[in-house]
């Protein structure tokens, strides 16, 4: 046997799948010939490196043709999700400055008077509690989310 012949069959007798009489033949051919025997060397390593790949490639789904309808309502939930928290993210900015303006409001006296007359510390300390005092609930990201 030559060592084309036998490099083309290596596979089939590496898997047992080599009848008996080609099976014996490569097994004279591989006892004398090193670069052979190397080659049906490399095959098993390879065969038995995929045997023992941990995660295999995945497989196609039944319905090919349904990829890019997967693919569409995908898209748009992150649409949805990324819209969702916008809103609630400028709901929270807007809290914000409207808190910021409530607590500096006493820091200044009436319109056209410029700052109050008080020592800043107390005026610091009326703003923060008028501050809280004027907070009211806002509502829940959960109740948000089911509204969503």
Known sequence: ???ESTKRKLKAWIDGEAGARTAAAIERHLQGCSGCR???????????ALRRAKDPLPALPARPDLLWEEAVAARRQEERTVHFL?????AAAAVLVLGGALALSPLVGPPGQGLAEAPVEE??????????????????????????
């Open 123 to 148: 005026r610091q300390d009326e703003a923060l509690a008028a501050f809280f005092q004027n907070l009211e609930p806002v509502g829940t990201l959960s109740g948000a989310a089911e509204e969503f």
């Open 38 to 48: 190397e080659v049906a060397s490399q095959l098993r390593e390879i065969g038995q």
């Open 86 to 90: 916008q809103r609630y993210a400028a």
């Open 1 to 3: 046997m030559t060592c």
